[in-house]
Each structure stands twice: as C-alpha cells, then as structure tokens.
C-alpha cells in the first residue's frame, strides 16, 4: 500500500521512527514532510499535500493511506479536510481507527503526538492499513452526500432512502447513526 506521510515539527520525530517501520513492513512511504527538523513549519502545507497525494492516487484507483502527525491533531484535521474527497480523522485507539475505516471510509490519519507513542501511533496505523470500508448502503449514501455538498454546497438525495425501501439492501433509518 502507498503511504503518504506528513509531519509538522511537533510530529517531525514520531513520523521519522513511523516511516522507517512502515518501509520495513513493505509500505510504499512518501514522505511530504520537512527533510529536517523545522520548530518553526506551519503543518497546514503537510496536511493539503498529504491528503491531495491521498485524493489523486484513490482516483487512479490505488490503494493508499495517508498519516499526519502533529501536536494534538486539530489543525491537521481541520486543513486536511479542506481537500475535496479527503476524510480525516484524529484517532487515538485502534477501535476509533476501525470504526472511521468502516463507517466512513476514512482515508487520511491524523496521529496526536503530543498524546501517543510509538507503539501505540504502530498499533493505529496498522488498523488503518488492515480495515476495509464496510461498503454498506448507509456508509456509502453518507460519503456520497458529503462529497455532493463539498462540489455543489446542497445535497439532492435528501431521501435517497425511498430508492432502497424495497431493494432488500442493508438500510437504516437515515436519521440513525
């Protein structure tokens, strides 16, 4: 799997020791971080190049993962989303991890530094390698609905629930989560 990686200062040290494990795992790593250590870098760049890299390789249909690791993750979450198809999260349990993976197909990791250690930034990103998208009527409407409104700013399938009333497909109430 491709692995797209950033890192602000706050994350620069965890993302070096995570790059070199996710290599030894037989990960493609590309790093979009800073080549040194800069206490000075906006993670704002890191998090738009991470997760555009993310958005054109899901568009040539590879299967890649991309991780950002800052100090506690909001910002990075915050301006990774701001790319059109990303689905960022912060996450600091596998069980979180598992359920942005099959809920909403979450596509780029943001890894709080100053709240997780290596082994437990290892244990997240393995969950976010190893679960698949559930690809379940729900989950799939909400990820449409949500792209819809990132490129139109409205949401025309309101009640796309009418269309699979009777289909026999796996359906919750819209307003169930």
Same mark, same amino acid.
């Given at each position: 799997m491709r692995i797209h990686l950033g890192a602000d200062h706050k994350g620069f040290a965890l993302a070096r020791q995570l790059e070199g494990w996710l290599a030894s795992e037989g990960h493609e790593?590309? $790093?979009h971080g800073a080549a040194e250590l800069d206490n000075g870098d906006d993670h704002t760049v890191f998090d738009i190049l991470v997760s555009h890299a993310v958005i054109v390789d899901e568009d040539n249909a590879l299967e890649t993962r991309g991780i950002l690791v800052g100090g506690d993750g909001?910002?990075?979450v915050i301006s990774a989303n701001k790319v059109?198809?990303?689905r960022a999260f912060s996450a600091l349990t596998t069980a979180q991890v598992e359920a942005a993976r099959t809920?909403?197909?979450? $596509?780029v990791l943001v890894i709080p530094a100053d709240f997780v250690d290596l082994a437990t930034a290892k244990q997240l990103v393995a969950s976010l390698v190893a679960t698949p998208f559930s690809y379940t009527i729900?989950?799939?409407?909400r990820i449409i609905q949500t792209n819809e409104y990132e490129n139109s700013k409205t949401i025309e399938g309101w009640n796309v629930a009418d269309e699979f009333q009777d289909s026999g497909l796996r359906y919750a109430n819209p307003g169930s989560h």
């Open positions: 790593v590309v $790093n909001s910002g990075e059109n198809g990303a809920n909403a197909n979450a $596509n729900d989950a799939a409407r």
